[in-house]
């Protein structure tokens, strides 16, 4: 078949939808729904999926984090009030490790997170006062073994964590609701934390995340934070106050090896048997990219099958706009045989309008699922990604579904006999 003749297909193609308008816009409604919600939904997916991704890689690829529990363990299916009688990490835990792992080069403790055992406060200045946020209690290696950088001034010291000082360091939100609206330096000011008083040491930068609450935080030595808070490290069993240790192998050794050898060590400090499986978690990125993982395909599973119900709908649609078109033009198909069209150009003419229909629904749905993530993230902040296979799906399904659902009716007009069709009134 040659070009000229595709050429006029495609020309017959357009003028009959352009006589059409209202029935093609219409038609094309369902596909226009489909790929909105395909687009729309992907640049919003994968927006948040590569901000995700950016912040646990913050954690560094051989950062080991030691808990009682965590989301990985509830989402597993263990039961909640078992892993709350769980023993708690402690101090002397942290210390152990240091002391008894020659493969663990960075031990950190963290008080105030974690499955029950969350510490949250406000943190005012002048007048000003942020929403309620996490108070985190670190050594003076979060920032190692955490991999943030500083905006300002410095993170608080080995001996001010020793001698319990009130000071702090703010995360980029807390920074951002009392000294970047004035332009203030912020270091050396003196903020509360509820009643109490601290003096601002240094600003973590923004953190890469797809929640803006992620930088919803402070971080205060952990020996304060234990007297402050209450936060009590050193009890045995049940209830919260948890420590959480974070663990960075040496660079002689391998992340392996600091897991076992970390796992041995609270094992014995437990007294379990060889039977008994770990009443603690060791986990990392890795983990926590796994569970990602599962519930990404999950969502995008569904996102498939919601948008694959629309694009049956307009599919069906365009089947039946389509066969009522080949009703109505019977005798003009009748004439073109009667001239010498052969059944193959009958069959392309209409397989042709079907697909230039669902094509400019796929355009148009295109560009309004891109208007939709492009508008989302302007007012939310929300992350969004637009990869370009994003719109090559998006087309291409749109025209697929037209040759699909646009192959009855061709076919029917293919095989019209043209005497019978010139007799049709």
């Known amino acids: ?11 017959m193609a357009l ?3 352009r006589t059409n308008k209202m029935r093609s816009a219409l038609t094309i409604l369902g596909v226009v729904i489909g790929i909105t919600s395909i687009v729309g939904m992907t640049s919003l997916i994968r927006g948040f999926d590569e901000s995700l991704r950016d912040m646990i890689r913050e954690l560094g690829p051989n950062t080991i984090m030691l808990s009682k529990a965590s989301g990985l363990t509830l989402a597993s299916g263990a039961d909640f009030a078992e892993i709350m009688r769980r023993p708690n990490l402690t101090v002397d835990d942290a210390k152990a490790i240091e002391k008894l792992a020659p493969s663990v080069g960075i031990v950190d403790i963290w008080m105030g997170q974690g499955i029950g055992g969350q510490t949250v406060g406000r943190v005012s200045y002048e007048g000003q006062r942020t929403p309620t946020l996490g108070v985190l209690g670190a050594t003076e290696q ?13 993170f608080f010291t080995e001996s001010e964590v020793q001698r319990r000082r009130r000071v702090v360091v703010l995360a980029n939100n807390p920074y951002q609701a009392l000294f970047a609206p004035s332009g203030l330096d912020p270091i050396g000011k003196k903020v509360r934390i509820d009643a109490i008083e601290y003096t ?3 600003v973590l930068g923004k953190r890469p995340s797809p929640f803006p609450q992620a930088d919803d935080f402070v971080v205060i030595p952990q020996t304060t934070h234990q007297v402050v808070f209450n936060t009590n490290a ?11 240790i974070t663990i960075v192998p040496v660079e002689t050794a391998t992340r392996d ?8 060590i609270m094992r014995i400090r437990h007294g379990l048997k060889l039977d008994e499986p770990n009443d603690f978690e060791i986990g990392g990125q890795d983990a926590i990219l796994r ?8 969502v995008f599973l569904a996102l498939v099958v919601i948008s694959s119900v629309a694009l049956m709908v307009g599919g069906i649609g365009v089947m039946a706009i389509m066969m009522i078109s080949v009703t109505e033009r019977t005798r003009e198909i009748g004439v073109r045989k009667a001239l010498g069209a052969r059944r193959q150009e009958i069959l392309l003419q209409f397989l042709a309008e079907a697909a230039v229909l669902t094509s400019v629904g796929g355009l148009l749905g295109v560009l309004c699922g891109s208007g939709i993530g492009v508008a989302i993230s302007m007012v939310t902040g929300f ?6 296979w994003s719109f090559a799906i998006g087309l291409g399904f749109s025209a697929a579904v037209g040759i699909f659902f646009g192959m009855v009716p061709a076919v029917r007009a293919s095989r019209l006999d043209p005497i019978e069709a010139l007799r049709h009134e």
């Not at 078949?1 to 020309?11: I, K």
């Not at 992350?383 to 370009?388: D, G, N, Q, R």
């Open 15 to 17: 003028d009959t939808l």
């Open 257 to 264: 090896q600091a897991v076992a050898e970390v796992e041995e």
């Open 142 to 154: 979060f920032a190692a073994v955490n991999f943030v950088k500083l905006s300002f001034g410095r």
């Open 1 to 11: 078949m040659n070009r000229s003749l595709w050429r006029e297909v495609a020309v």
């Open 291 to 298: 569970l990602w993982d599962q519930i990404s395909q999950a």
């Open 200 to 202: 601002v040491v240094g």
């Open 234 to 244: 050193r009890r045995a069993f049940g209830g919260g106050g948890s420590a959480t």
């Open 383 to 388: 992350p969004i990604s637009l990869p370009w």
